[in-house]
């Protein structure tokens, strides 16, 4: 089952998406923020908060007498000084001791002083990445589309309950959404948490405790079970350097997504992605790119070309941020309004589109949302025409509609009804993809071309007037976002010519090697 | 026939279907607990269709069950906040010809709510559904100030600017926060002596007419609004304050 879609074009869009990044990555490989730097000293076994409330790495970074050397040239000089743990330190600049001034340490001493805790926090990571592939290896999980559904009650310990029930059902993924302010936040929060808005926060230990009941019921399904979360908004860096900490397997993580829709800097979303990234291709993370806003702000019938070309766009920061296509989860939606005729044929087209443009990316497939209403009945049927869409088109990560998805964050029942209806449509008809051919010059073939076209004048203006501008005039979504407006843009900074992040450094490597 | 009952394949039967999770594992057993438990709520000739495990320790079950009590319809009565909206054109003739200049509106999803879908598909000049948002009136200034607007920062925003109406958006109803937010925004507009002054409007996919007037704001907008019914709500409303 192929389109036949004219290849020069993908070719070409391709390269226009890489020529639309580089001028980006040339601002990034100049600037740092706090976020980054707030990662890097939590890579560096940096934990736990102030008498407030504050994390530490919040207070070490906010107590820099010079922020654009980076935190790492502040840090290992406190070590070589004092023959403190990078933890005592932060404790110390807590309890209000000022940092000794990095330049009064040789260059050498201070390095060689970080050393170890970086070769730790790399080691970590690692041994995590190949804790994850063993598991798997032991414990396979079904074939794709891989079900996956969100728990959101705010309350960890009622999420865990939630998230194991969703994996007695068939569940193979689970997502704890954030509780809606979170991607505001400029720290992320500590501890296990039990309030929370629309979602549940994103902590360390919270990422614990899911982890550990997902493991836990992944021995008793004998099928591992993965965990997912969000590196998005203010903190992205540091939820990816927890994330890698604590064996997430997937994280949200979108190189527009804040920009666009939560009114982010786009100079602080930029850097900070391309760290997440870093550390997410290191950790073996599968990032979920955010396409689906596009669809569910506006006509997705319109917005086709929008997602397409956001696709390209998230694949170049991807690779260039060392990310292979085993493991760029670009996203795409089911929001065509029900009420077009012929709209099944347009999502097909547009899913079977993305699968041929992206043959090794386990795409994510979302569900419909924008036009669910409280008739619950006809929700359910409307998924499971999205199902069926997902398994002919052989999309990887499958998020189950709810039936109840405009009225209330689902109920354990709906999950279970979700991931049943998903079971059946999707066994029903296993290879009804591999036996079907799409007409030649036909309505879905001829859909997918104009598609691809309209992606391609999209980013061929956008190349024109380059990333930056094109958001600030409305390019995407839509929405205008002014280069130095947004939350978070005082947090970004260019770096001095002495700026040093040895985690960077260590993942850099993996730049060269990316395709 | 102003009595009625719920209405299966005859008059009067009172039919009804229900579905819900018990947290216990699934036994026969199981079923007859459902079915008790439906006969407790008042319902009678209880059949539990479907009972099954769906995780371990949770059973679900489809009840079919009659209900003994009616309803008389000639007493139930909603204000409908979207009584035959005006036109974009007629809207913009209203506002000149009544009040002779231009209404100033303020939007934002109050507390911590990131959902903008509603409100922006209300205000922006795009719309919904074919229908122009408030930015495209001639006889509306609009001000959207987006996501997570705490209600100090609307209630200063709408006294600076001297606006005609309100519009607060929830689509997040988590543990009752939107209620809470609904009615701090109403509290603090009372406190500040604006509350007279303002066109006070809520809106989300939870919110009814009946919900808003329970609050005392002047209207509710729910799932499925155009933004002309917005509109001309709030054009009428202050049309009718203003001294004919």
Partial sequence: ?515 | MSLVKPYGDTLDDGAVQLSFTLPIAWSEAADEAARQLVAKMGFTDVAVVEGRAIAAGFSFFVVYARTPVAIDVSTVAVPAAARDALAMDQVDALIAQRVGRKLKVVGACIGTDAHTVGIDAILNMKGYKGDYGLERYHGFDVYNLGSQIAVEDLVRFAKEREVDAILASQVVTQKGSDIANFTALGELLEAEHLRERVVLIAGGPRVTNLLAAELGYDAGFGRGTLPSEVATFIARRVAERVPA
């Avoid at chain 1, 939590?42 to 934990?47: H, K, T, V």
Wanted: hydrophobic residues 45%; proline residues 5%.
């Fill in chain 1, 1 to 515: 089952m192929e389109l036949r879609i004219d290849a020069g074009q993908v070719a070409e869009a391709r390269r226009l998406a890489r020529a639309i990044v580089d001028p980006i990555a040339a601002f990034i490989a100049t600037h740092s923020t706090l976020s980054v730097e707030r990662a890097v000293a939590r890579l560096c076994g940096i934990d736990g908060v102030d008498a407030d409330g504050v994390p530490l790495a919040n207070r070490l970074v906010d107590a820099l007498a010079a922020r654009e050397q980076g935190v790492a040239r502040a840090l290992g000089a406190a070590l070589a000084e004092t023959g403190r743990t990078p933890q005592q330190i932060a404790e110390a600049v807590a309890a209000g001791e000022p940092l000794p001034d990095p330049a009064a340490t040789p260059e050498a001493a201070l390095r060689a002083a970080l050393a170890p805790y970086v070769e730790r926090g790399m080691a970590r990571i690692d041994a995590t990445r190949v804790e994850r592939a063993a598991r798997l290896a032991r414990l396979p999980q079904a074939p794709p589309p891989l079900l996956y559904v969100i728990v959101a009650s705010g309350n960890i310990y009622e999420d865990r309950t939630a998230a194991v029930a969703a994996a007695e059902a068939g569940a193979q993924i689970i997502a704890v959404i954030r509780s809606t302010a979170q991607s505001l936040l400029d720290y992320v929060p500590y501890g296990a948490t039990t309030e929370g808005f629309g979602g549940t926060y994103a902590t360390q230990e919270n990422f614990r405790i899911m982890r550990v009941a997902l493991d836990e019921v992944s021995e008793r399904l004998g099928r591992y079970v993965m965990l997912t979360n969000y590196a998005s908004g203010l903190c992205m860096p540091e939820i990816a350097a927890t994330a890698a900490l604590e064996r997430l397997d997937m994280l949200l993580n979108d190189s527009m997504y804040g920009i666009l829709f939560r009114d982010i800097n786009m100079q602080r979303t930029f850097v900070d992605q391309h760290f997440s990234r870093q550390l997410n291709a290191r950790s073996g993370i599968i990032i979920n790119t955010g396409e689906d806003n596009y669809l569910t702000t506006a006509d997705a019938v319109e917005q086709a070309p929008a997602v397409l070309a956001s696709q390209f766009v998230n694949e170049a920061f991807a690779h260039r941020a060392g990310l292979p296509d085993a493991q760029i989860g670009l996203g795409d939606a089911y929001e065509i309004d029900p009420d077009l005729e012929d709209g099944f044929l347009f999502q097909v087209a547009q899913a079977q589109l993305a699968r041929q443009i992206f043959p090794h990316a386990p795409l994510k497939y979302m569900p419909p949302t924008k036009h669910m209403t409280g008739d619950i009945f006809k929700g359910h049927l409307i998924d499971a025409l999205f199902n069926l869409t997902s398994v002919i088109t052989n999309q990887t990560i499958h998020l189950c509609g709810m039936l109840t998805e405009a009225i209330h964050t689902p109920f354990l029942g709906d999950r279970a009804l979700a991931l049943e209806n998903a079971r059946y449509v999707m066994g029903t008809a296993r290879h009804f993809g591999e036996e079907i051919e799409f007409k030649s010059g036909g309505r879905i073939e001829r859909r997918a071309q104009d598609v691809l076209t309209g992606a391609l004048r999209l980013l061929e203006r956008v190349e024109e007037r380059g990333l930056m501008a094109a958001i600030e005039d409305g390019s995407f979504a839509d929405v205008r976002r002014p280069r130095e407006g947004g939350r978070g843009f005082e947090g970004v900074f260019a770096k001095a010519p002495t700026y040093w992040n040895p985690f960077a450094d260590a993942l850099a490597g993996e730049l060269a090697a990316a395709p």
